[in-house]
T-cell receptor
């Protein structure tokens, strides 16, 4: 058990809809990262927050946004969903920069 | 874009044998990490090696790093059926801003009993 909790585990929705994925980091970790894993793109870094502030952006689409709350949990919002957004979305956390990241079990998003 | 590229893409060996996976990357790094992923599950951190280190051990794992060749290898000794999984190398950049990891496509390791 990594200590990182992601909800929900599975999400099935339709094109054009909006969903919110939630992540609770390991106790004491200030950094939260979001990744997308798909068969064609592999594992892609989306965005990082550190202690409530956005720290780095990766390959995150404009239709996607995220935030980290004062209690350090984070949410990833995906809107105007397209079929190609179907993927596993992982949250990871770490104590600080350049430290091992601990991954949750992911949210599997299926767009019908 | 994929920074790390693992080789081979798939590897099947007998239980008890050693497994070696290689990773190449393109840009300068602060550190390189190896992760394991069982089917449909989250990634599990195995080992982190910093750019000023050449070799690191953790249990049955041995990682080497050659920054001049921009390559790393992961050796799993005395493999077990439970080692069956996908293995990824991941790098970070030396730029001050981006701390997200860049993953390779992974090596799928199968340990035959």
């Amino acid at each position: 058990d990594s200590g990182v909790t992601q909800t929900p585990k599975h999400l099935i929705t339709a094109t054009g809809q909006r969903v919110t994925l939630r992540c609770s980091p390991r106790s004491g970790d200030l950094s939260v990262y979001w990744y997308q894993q798909s068969l064609d793109q592999g594992l892609q870094f989306l965005i990082q927050y550190y202690n409530g502030e956005e720290r780095a952006k990766g390959n995150i689409l404009e239709r996607f946004s995220a935030q980290q709350f004062p209690d350090l949990h984070s949410e990833l919002n995906l809107s105007s969903l397209e079929l190609g957004d179907s993927a596993l979305y992982f949250c990871a956390s770490s104590v600080s920069y350049n430290q091992p990241q601990h991954f949750g079990d992911g949210t599997r998003l299926s767009i019908l | 874009s994929q920074q790390g590229e693992e080789d081979p893409q798939a590897l099947s060996i007998q239980e008890g044998e050693n497994a070696t996976m290689n990773c190449s990357y393109k840009t300068s790094i602060n550190n390189l990490q190896w992760y394991r992923q069982n089917s449909g599950r989250g990634l599990v951190h195995l080992i982190l090696i910093r750019s000023n280190e050449r070799e690191k051990h953790s249990g049955r794992l041995r990682v080497t790093l050659d920054t001049s060749k921009k390559s790393s290898s992961l050796l799993i000794t005395a493999s077990r059926a439970a080692d069956t999984a996908s293995y990824f190398c991941a790098t970070d950049g030396t730029g001050g801003g981006a701390d997200g990891l860049t993953f390779g496509k992974g090596t799928h390791l199968i340990i035959q009993p």
